[in-house]
């Protein structure tokens, strides 16, 4: 147990539908990542935050928007979906704004 | 762009001898280095990490290198035992102040008994 919790584990939904993902970072950690894995492919850095505030950016679409919340937690918002959007989304959290990654269980998301 | 390269999909090694997984990267920028496990349904974790300030970290079983001339990092796993048999993740960053990790696409090593 990462001590990352991430809900819901399984999400299937139609296309142009909105999800919302949530993360519960480790106690005390304040840097939050989010990755989507889709079939196959490795993890790829969505965006990351760092108590509160946006740190960095990789390639999330215009339609996924993220945010982190005061008490730390973390949700990941997903819009408009669309098929290809199916995928496993991580979670990830640091005690500081580097250092190890501790991962989530995921959420999977299918878009039918 | 792909800057963090993992070229073989897949591994099978017999029990008791060595895996070795190997990663290669493109950015030169990259100083910190990290491998990860994944189980099926479950979230990676975290095995072995590397500063570009060293070429060697080892940690019981596994030993990771890295040769920043050649932009490439092999982990080493000795002697491979059943368990091990797991998708490893490759990831690179970038000290500048925004430390976002680029993961490699993964290799499945099966440890055959």
């Known amino acids: 147990d990462s001590g990352v919790t991430q809900t819901p584990k399984h999400l299937i939904t139609a296309t142009g539908q909105r999800v919302t993902l949530r993360c519960s970072p480790r106690?005390?950690?304040?840097?939050v990542y989010w990755y989507q894995q889709s079939l196959d492919q490795g993890l790829q850095f969505l965006i990351q935050y760092y108590n509160g505030e946006e740190r960095a950016k990789g390639n999330i679409l215009e339609r996924f928007s993220a945010q982190q919340f005061p008490d730390l937690h973390s949700e990941l918002n997903l819009s408009s979906l669309e098929l290809g959007d199916s995928a496993l989304y991580f979670c990830?959290?640091?005690?500081?704004?580097?250092?190890?990654?501790?991962f989530g269980e995921g959420s999977r998301l299918t878009v039918l | 762009d792909q800057q963090v390269k993992q070229n073989s999909p897949s591994l099978s090694v017999q029990e008791g001898r060595i895996s070795i997984l190997n990663c290669d990267y493109t950015n030169s920028m990259f100083d910190y280095f990290l491998w990860y496990k994944k189980y099926p349904a479950e979230g990676p974790t975290f095995l072995i990490s590397i500063s570009s300030i060293k070429d060697k970290n080892e940690d019981g079983r596994f030993t990771v290198f890295l040769n920043k001339s050649a932009k490439h990092l092999s982990l080493h796993i000795v002697p491979s035992q059943p368990g091990d048999s797991a998708v490893y993740f490759c990831?690179?960053?970038?000290?500048?102040?925004?430390?976002?990790?680029?993961f490699g696409t993964g290799t499945r090593l099966k440890v055959l008994a």
């Open positions: 990830a959290s640091s005690a500081t704004a580097s250092g190890e990654l501790f």
């Open positions: 990831a690179a960053s970038v000290a500048s102040g925004t430390y976002k990790y680029i």
């Open positions: 106690s005390g950690d304040l840097s």
